[in-house]
């Protein structure tokens, strides 16, 4: 979902066996915190919902920012009251510790996070270490313009799961989470998570029947007319017998 024009907005990818049986409903949100919430369902047709928001935390705009981690509190009540369970994750624009950034200093926007993670019952899906001024992997890393500045670096991207919309039985066991160097020019690298269906309540989906690969075929344009309505043809053809595989 974006906001306005060249804003960077959020999104979140859905592996393509976890849609089947139409289990995948996008979740609207308000039209003014478009752009920086991105909210959705997942619904099998046998075991536990998940709800999962992807966020992107404003740091300068605290009006904004409020509006977010009150939403935010709604949806965790409401997943708690309907037995849903509930992700979220993004880029929080800020820390749980002060270890969390490089400068061991804490922001008011990280006061804030820490306020909206204990009111809305959340908690990293990884560990975090038992001495509290031991730094976890950092994900953001500031861009600087010389080789004499030290880049500030921090842990601002997280992803949490809310205790209360865990099934009863369930007491969440840190799962593992890496940092990989995106290798780009981005300031921040990818977090990733690998958490089992039944951390979540979840049933996994059926094993998806594997598809035929079918090489492109290679054409040099321009193309007669001929050719180029063959081509359609055989393009559709493949789509369809790929959909009736699903």
Not at 125 to 132: C, E, F, H
Not at 190 to 196: N, R
Not at 214 to 239: G, N, Q, W, Y
Request: with cysteine; hydrophobic share 35%.
């Amino acid at each position: 979902q974006r906001r306005l024009p060249g804003k960077a907005g959020v999104i979140i990818a859905v592996r393509r066996a976890l849609t089947t049986f139409n289990s995948l409903t996008p979740v609207k949100v308000p039209c003014t915190l478009a752009g920086y919430l991105c909210h959705l369902r997942i619904a099998p047709p046998h075991g536990r919902p998940l709800e999962v928001l992807g966020v992107y935390m404003p740091t300068s705009d605290r009006e904004l920012r409020s509006a977010i981690e009150i939403h935010i509190g709604n949806v965790e009540r409401k997943c708690s009251q309907h037995g849903t369970t509930l992700l979220a994750g993004g880029d929080w624009n800020g820390t749980l510790r002060p270890a969390d950034r490089s400068t061991c200093t804490t922001r008011p926007e990280d006061n804030d996070h820490r306020a909206l993670v204990a009111a809305a019952h959340m908690r990293p899906v990884g560990s975090l270490p038992a001495d509290p001024t031991q730094p976890r992997d950092f994900t953001y890393r500031q861009h600087t313009t010389g080789a004499a500045q030290t880049a500030v670096q921090s842990r601002i991207d997280d992803i949490l799961v809310a205790k209360r919309t865990l099934p009863e039985d369930k007491h969440w066991a840190p799962v593992p989470c890496t940092v990989k160097p995106s290798g780009s020019r981005s300031d921040h690298d990818p977090l990733l998570a690998s958490i089992p269906f039944a951390h979540l309540g979840l049933v996994p989906p059926p094993p998806q029947p594997k598809r035929p690969f079918t090489p492109v075929k290679r054409f040099k344009l321009p193309m007669a007319t001929p050719d180029l309505l063959a081509f359609k043809r055989s393009f559709e053809a493949s789509v369809q017998a790929q959909r009736g595989m699903e």
